[in-house]
C-alpha cells in the first residue's frame, strides 16, 4: 500500500517571501499521479498543483511551483511571493494510475502567513 | 457550471442510529468518490463509484456502504453510529475513472455523533 508523509504540522511564513513545504511518499508503482491540494477553512478541497510521475519536468502554476524527485520519492511546493490567501491547510496526495481516482493523502501541513 | 454538492452540510446524530449523505457531482462527472477527516485520523479513502458499480473501497468497517445512481449522484450510509464517526465527510466526482484528470471536491458534510 502506498503512503504519504508529510514531516512539518505547520509552517509560518512572511508575506510576500517564500515558503517551501515537504512531502515524500512510498509506493512500488512506477506510474502514478501526486497533487497538492489546498483546504482552507472553508473545508473544501482545491487543487493547488498536480505532477505526473513520468514526467521529469517540475510543475508550475503560477506562484506554486514542485520539486519533483522519483528518486527520492520527493514531492516538495514552493509556494513564491506568498499572500494572506495562501494560508490554509496543505495536503500532498498520490494516486496510482491503475487505481480509479482513489487519492491517499499526507497529514497535511498548516502554514501560516504574517502579515 | 455547479460544483460538487454535498447535503446536509451538517447533522448531529445519536449513537446508534443510521445516517445517509447525499452527493451531486459535477454535471458529467460519472466517478464520485468519499473521504472521511477526523483530526486523529487525517483523510481516508472511504469507496469510489463509477457507473454504478464500486471500484475501490477503503478499510472501513461494513456498517459504512454507499451507493450511485443512473444519474451519477451517490449517497453514503453509516449504520450503527458510534462517537467516533463524527467527522467531516467529503464527496469527490471525476470525469473519468483513472489517469490525471482533475478531482473536485465538495464542501462537505459535517456529522456529530452524541
Known sequence: ?115 | KAGVTQTPRYLIKTRGQQVTLSCSPISGHRSVSWYQQTPGQGLQFLFEYFSETQRNKGNFPGRFSGRQFSNSRSEMNVSTLELGDSALYLCASSSINTGGNTIYFGEGSWLTVV
Open chain 1, 1 to 115: 500500500a502506498q503512503t504519504v508523509t508529510q514531516s512539518q504540522p505547520e509552517m509560518s511564513v512572511q508575506e510576500a517571501e517564500t515558503v517551501t513545504l515537504s512531502c515524500t511518499y512510498d509506493t512500488s508503482e512506477s506510474d502514478y499521479y501526486l497533487f497538492w491540494y489546498k483546504q482552507p477553512p472553508s473545508r473544501q478541497m482545491i487543487l493547488v498543483i498536480r505532477q505526473e510521475a513520468y514526467k521529469q519536468q517540475n510543475a508550475t502554476e503560477n506562484r506554486f511551483s514542485v520539486n519533483f524527485q522519483k528518486a527520492a520519492k520527493s514531492f516538495s511546493l514552493k509556494i513564491s511571493d506568498s499572500q494572506l490567501g495562501d494560508a490554509a491547510m496543505y495536503f500532498c496526495a498520490y494516486r496510482s494510475a491503475n487505481a480509479g481516482n482513489m487519492l491517499t493523502f499526507g497529514g497535511g501541513t498548516r502554514l501560516m502567513v504574517k502579515p
